[in-house]
């Protein structure tokens, strides 16, 4: 069990990790440069364990101790009341759950690219919303990783790693750089890369051949403005989701399930089973 402190103030100079969790210039501002992210909620929590990361420290529901007595003993669990959360982190704590991380180094580009077989890539996905979304779905239909171009939010952000439910963590990722041109790392890897677009002159990806889909690299673009004419120009085939009732497209992260699946729908089911 970690030691228990039992925090009164929320000017407590031990919650500073915690202060003003919802000004998101503020913390994507200072939790990258501090090797830091917040986690919230118990799954999550222990899900960042699991994956290797290392606690800071622990800010919890005082009601919610015990529950949390196998917790590593590598760093303090800050207790307190409901109102003392609340007005430390600047939200209501729902949860009752907070903690502080160490991050992992950025993975290489290309040493993602090596281990994988299915790749996602977003280009200027800047909604941490939208990130977490996509990373979930990532996690649980066949994505082996994400890239992101170096505009994109971070997926480690507090709302993105808590709308992925913890899959951030189970998908490796890393920036591709220089933004367009990376796009020239991913083909010498050996991958198709594939531009979803709705133009409806695009592919539709229920075509896309077997030798297309057998190395894909999907590129998805923000919500409204799509992908750039030059993420557009790098690809090798522009691919679209076919579209009824008039409907021209898909919010970046239903868009990104409705591809992912679509890849791989041929997949081995009982490998899927056994991941």
Known sequence: MPDVHLVTDPDDERLGDYRALTDVELRTRWEPPHGLFIAEGELVLRRALRAGYAPRSYLVDAKRVDQLGDLPAT???????????????GFHVHRGVLASFHRLPLRDADDVLAAARRVAILEDVNNHTNIGAVFRGAAALGIDAVLLSPSCADPLYRRSVRVSMGEVFAVPYARLEPWPDGLERVRAAGFTVLALTPDPQAVPLQRLTAAQRARAALVLGAEGPGLSRHAL???????????????????????????FWEL???DDLDDAARD
């Open 233 to 259: 120009a790098g690809s090798d085939v522009r691919v679209r989701i076919p579209m009824r009732r008039g409907v021209d497209s898909l919010n970046v992260a239903a868009a990104a399930a409705v591809a």
């Open 264 to 266: 791989g729908r041929d």
């Open 75 to 89: 760093a303090p669990v800050y207790a307190a009341a409901p109102d003392v959360l609340e007005r430390a982190a």
